[in-house]
Structure formats: C-alpha cells, structure tokens
C-alpha cells in the first residue's frame, strides 16, 4: 500500500484502553493510532481529517501531560450540529481515537467501560470543540482553522475539470498530489492552525 511519505512524520496518539485491558484485548489496554490508522477508517487524507487528528492528538497531550490519555474516560462537546458541515468526519475521527461516541458506543459491563452519551453537539461552549476528563474535570478548548494555510491556485481549475469529467490521466494525479501537499503543509503549520486553551 502507497501512501504520500509525510504521513509518518506525523506522531502517533497512545492511549491506555482499560476496556481493552480487561479483556486481554492489547496488554495493559495499551493502544496506538497513527495518522495512517485514521485515513483508512476516514478514505482519505484531507485538511477535515488532519486538524480534526492534530486536534485530538494536542487536546489529550494538554488533558495528560504526565500519563497516558485514558481511552473512554473523555467527554467532547462541539459547538455545531451534528450534520452542520463537517463536524461529523471530525467527530468519527476522535471517536476512533478516543472511543467515546454520542448515542451508538459501547453500553459498558456492569457499571463501567460506559463509551455513549460522551460526545455532545449544539453545545453551549464558545470553542468550537471542547475536551474534559471525566475524572478530575480537566477541559481543553480547541480551535482549528485549515484557511491559515492557502490552497494552490491550480486545485480549484483541475478539480473542476475532474468534474466535468474532462480531466486527463496526468491532471487527476497532479490534482491529488496537490491535494495532499496542502495537507502536509497543515501538519506543518499546526502550531498555528490548531488553537489550544485549557480551562
């Protein structure tokens, strides 16, 4: 499987999965997720899945800052709806990560492992997603603006023409490795594209 090379630059999150732990799923519930683990599950590597990565990957270093990030034990509220935009490939990017999800999660055994009813949306908050932990409270506000970074003129007339389906052979991949040189080039920037404020 080919994939474009910066894909490894980009660090991997590890987390400690107790329900994973419990039941001898990955020794001591340790868990790993790379950039590369997230665009299989999301199809593809785009500017929506990269920040909503590096957003999760700065939120849970902010959160943990001298332990490992407890899978399930997060909550995330987003300030938009659901299906406004693309707050739903977000929010299936951190639930991969993290576990936690709205309605559909893990219903838990006996009392623990609980994943639904851990992820909200229309939520009152003044971030556009915000991270807690569900054992001391801890938040972490996150911002993510991609438009930081500019897109090649050249994307917009070669995406067109893909449209229009006139795009030659050469077009189509010079527009995805255009494409994907955007994406890179926010990975880059995240220091700058990605906001973090804890609270």
């Given at each position: 499987?080919?994939?474009?090379?910066?894909?490894?630059?980009?660090?991997?999150?590890?987390?400690?999965?107790?329900?994973?732990?419990?039941?001898?799923?990955?020794?001591?519930?340790?868990?790993?997720?790379?950039?590369?683990?997230?665009?299989?599950?999301?199809?593809?590597?785009?500017?929506?899945?990269?920040?909503?990565?590096?957003?999760?990957?700065?939120?849970?270093?902010?959160?943990?800052?001298?332990?490992?990030?407890?899978?399930?034990?997060?909550?995330?509220?987003?300030?938009?709806?659901?299906?406004?935009?693309?707050?739903?490939?977000?929010?299936?990017?951190?639930?991969?990560?993290?576990?936690?999800?709205?309605?559909?999660?893990?219903?838990?055994?006996?009392?623990?492992?609980?994943?639904?009813?851990?992820?909200?949306?229309?939520?009152?908050?003044?971030?556009?997603?915000?991270?807690?932990?569900?054992?001391?409270?801890?938040?972490?506000?996150?911002?993510?603006?991609?438009?930081?970074?500019?897109?090649?003129?050249?994307?917009?007339?070669?995406?067109?023409?893909i449209m229009q389906g006139i795009a030659l052979p050469k077009e189509r991949k010079e527009f995805g490795k255009l494409w994907q040189e955007r994406v890179e080039r926010i990975f880059l920037a995240r220091e700058e594209v990605i906001e973090v404020k804890c609270i």
């Amino acid at each position: 499987m080919k994939y474009p090379s910066f894909f490894d630059l980009i660090p991997s999150i590890r987390l400690q999965d107790p329900l994973s732990n419990f039941l001898g799923t990955f020794e001591e519930g340790l868990v790993e997720f790379t950039y590369l683990d997230v665009v299989k599950s999301a199809g593809h590597s785009c500017p929506t899945v990269v920040g909503a990565y590096l957003a999760t990957y700065k939120a849970l270093e902010a959160l943990y800052p001298d332990s490992l990030p407890q899978r399930g034990q997060i909550d995330v509220s987003f300030k938009s709806e659901a299906l406004e935009g693309v707050t739903g490939v977000i929010a299936n990017v951190i639930t991969q990560i993290t576990g936690v999800t709205e309605q559909f999660g893990f219903k838990g055994i006996n009392g623990q492992f609980i994943r639904y009813n851990l992820m909200h949306f229309n939520a009152d908050i003044s971030s556009e997603i915000l991270f807690k932990r569900l054992d001391t409270g801890k938040s972490v506000a996150i911002n993510y603006n991609a438009n930081i970074v500019s897109t090649n003129p050249q994307q917009k007339e070669l995406m067109g023409k893909i449209m229009q389906g006139i795009a030659l052979p050469k077009e189509r991949k010079e527009f995805g490795k255009l494409w994907q040189e955007r994406v890179e080039r926010i990975f880059l920037a995240r220091e700058e594209v990605i906001e973090v404020k804890c609270i």
